[in-house]
């Protein structure tokens, strides 16, 4: 008799070739149920792990361009622009035109228009610091005086109003001889030096790759009719005016040039340098 924990003998010449091999493919399936589970187990990991991933590839997008580089102002969504008239950024108003060149009421009258494609604030921005969609680089600029010489503010001004300002001021000195430049102060003129050179970088900053052809919409020139992927207008006013610094409405187009000011006695206008 077998002792406890041993296992009877089993003549296997007593089972038949049909009993031989279920025994065999019983003995497989035994053996091959733990690394079944092993591998089920890795698979259930791995598309854990796949999902996680997804996640934070949706998460990442959400708050990041398609560069990776988190933004220094906040993210604005994008919308197809075909360029032509007023192009679908502000009312449709005459924001340009031949007369206005030729006249000064009239390029009054046209820049008036112009006021319409600001926010409430002027572009000035409370922005958040602490934000995880996009990084503050400085803290808010000291525009004190701008609106009386006693007034005392700060804040961040929205880039895009800033290069609106910019343009507004060329576009209104278009009649000015060299004559009359030469008879302004260094600021004035390095004010208006800056306004150049700064639509000149944003321009190139924002490289607008759009390919151009003949659209046929005007015959002096190409770039009407041509659609671009450009930041949505309206979803930017409605930001601006949602955290708008504070309620300028009644202004119209502060002295925005003292946001720049410096002190002309370190600025050395003469050897080319901009004093802003």
Known sequence: ???????????????????????????????AGPRRQVWRLL????????????GGIVIH???LPRTGLLP???VIPQKVV???????????????????????????????????????SRGYFVADEN?????????PADISGVLSPDDKRSGWVLSVFHQIHCLS?????????????????????GHTAHCIEYLRQSILCSGDTSLEGESGSWSESIGWGQNHVCRDYN???????????????????????????????????????YCH
Request: charged share 30%; net charge negative.
């Open 1 to 31: 008799m077998p002792g406890k924990w041993e296992k009877p003998f089993r003549d296997e010449s007593d089972l038949s070739s049909e009993d031989l091999s279920l025994t065999d493919e019983t003995l497989r399936v035994r053996r």
């Open 169 to 189: 001021i060329i576009t209104t000195r278009l009649g000015i001889s060299r004559k009359e430049f030469a008879d302004w102060d260094p600021f004035k003129l």
């Open 131 to 139: 934000s995880a969609e996009y990084k503050v680089q400085f803290p």
């Open 82 to 120: 075909t360029f032509g008239n007023t192009a679908g950024f502000g009312p449709d108003l005459v924001y340009a035109d031949r007369q206005m060149l030729l006249n000064a009421t009239r390029m009054q009258e046209v820049h008036e228009n112009w006021q319409q494609l600001y926010p409430i």
């Open 72 to 74: 220094y102002g906040p």
């Open 235 to 273: 979803a930017l006013m409605r930001l601006a005016n949602e955290k708008a610094a504070w309620d300028l409405s009644h202004e119209r187009e502060p002295d925005h040039s003292k946001l720049f000011e410096s002190n002309m006695d370190d600025c050395d206008s003469e050897s080319g340098e």
């Open 61 to 63: 997008d959400r708050v």
């Open 43 to 54: 698979g259930e990991a791995a598309l854990a792990v796949g999902i996680i991933i997804l």
